[in-house]
């Protein structure tokens, strides 16, 4: 099999020759057809996520078949489409996992951090984190599926049924699904971009946004809440402005710069600053369930697999409409 490699934090990728890997007890290996790039992606490689193993592949939001079944696995049979995300495995039995919030796990494994991830020919998976994509036709388009569409269905609903007027800051991968999604169910939605960055707000407009315009504006009426999908801590204060008394910020993200003080006017009158951490087998469950009933719009740039740098480059410069997608 061939992986791209990252052994130091900060330092491009090496793509790497290794023995194909053999599944073990409760895994199956899969054969890579695409992998989404991610900005947690990202943070990993430029070394702004604690306790990386090194070294690692990085990737967590893949589609594969599988190739082979190890020992006490069930439901899973070669030559079957799967959908690997972010989560990996939790110890099943801390607090959060016996409360049904395996998200918040105490001893968790995720892929592309502390297991190998997607962008290879082949990966490795505890089988019972696998999710079923038999319904997919593109394993392309669906990769963003993996971890934009997940993390963004869970911000979505964090935000809450009663986010009637929504924002999107930072008008990427995830919110250019997210905005289809909330549409769907009948909300208005404002998307923020980069200032300046007219193709990103024309783009969201295509896709259902009744505002367009950059995070320096104002949205011309209050909102009912708003996600930051923008790893931009100075956004959190612009964005509980935003809101109306007793809306939501939602923070969408791993990892964010230092959010600025502010004053506590802006928090007052009940609103409320979230944030989203992972997300649960159930959440994947029902947003995949969504997807395939309702088809999505996805944009994406596809990548061969030796040009993951490249990728990952192009989405640190903001070069990218959608997702990029590396395809080994």
Not at 93 to 103: A, F, I, T, V
Not at 140 to 154: E, S
Not at 242 to 264: E, L, N, T
Not at 273 to 289: G, H, I, Q
Request: hydrophobic share 45%; glycine share 10%; net charge negative.
């Amino acid at each position: 099999m061939q992986a791209m490699v990252l052994h130091v934090p900060g330092q491009p990728l090496r793509l790497e020759e290794r023995p194909e890997p053999e599944p073990g007890r409760g895994e199956i290996v899969l054969r890579v057809e695409a992998c989404a790039v991610c900005r947690t992606d990202l943070h990993v490689v430029d070394g702004e996520l604690p306790q990386i193993h090194l070294p690692i592949v990085p990737g967590h939001e893949i589609v594969g078949t599988v190739e082979r079944v190890g020992l006490d696995v069930q439901g899973w049979r070669p030559g079957e489409r799967v959908g690997l995300p972010w989560l990996a495995h939790t110890c099943g039995h801390c607090d959060y996992c016996r409360l049904g919030r395996e998200n918040l796990c105490d001893a968790p494994l995720f892929t592309g951090y502390t297991r190998d991830g997607g962008f290879a020919t082949h990966v490795t998976a505890e089988a019972a984190f696998c999710l079923h994509l038999g319904w997919v036709d593109d394993a392309v388009h669906a990769a963003p599926l993996l971890c934009a569409g997940l993390i963004g269905w869970r911000s979505l609903r964090m935000a809450g049924a009663d986010a009637l007027r929504l924002g999107l800051y930072g008008f990427g991968a995830a919110a250019h699904l997210i905005v289809q999604v909330a549409r769907h169910e009948g909300r208005e939605v404002y998307a923020f971009t980069r200032p300046g960055d007219i193709a990103a707000q024309a783009f969201a407009r295509t896709l259902g946004a009744v505002w367009a315009g950059g995070s320096d504006e104002r949205p011309p009426q209050p909102l009912d809440a708003a996600i930051i999908f923008a790893p931009v801590g100075e956004l959190v204060p612009i964005a509980l402005e935003a809101v109306r008394k007793g809306g939501r910020v939602v923070c969408g993200g791993i990892h964010m710069s230092d959010i600025p003080s502010f004053a506590y006017r802006l928090l007052w009158e009940e609103r409320q600053l979230l944030s989203v951490a992972n997300l649960t087998r159930a959440d994947a469950t029902e947003f995949l369930r969504f997807a395939a009933r309702v088809p999505l719009q996805v944009r994406t740039t596809p990548y061969p697999l030796a040009a993951a740098n490249e990728a990952l480059a192009d989405l640190r410069s903001g070069r990218l409409q959608g997702a990029a997608v590396i395809v080994p």
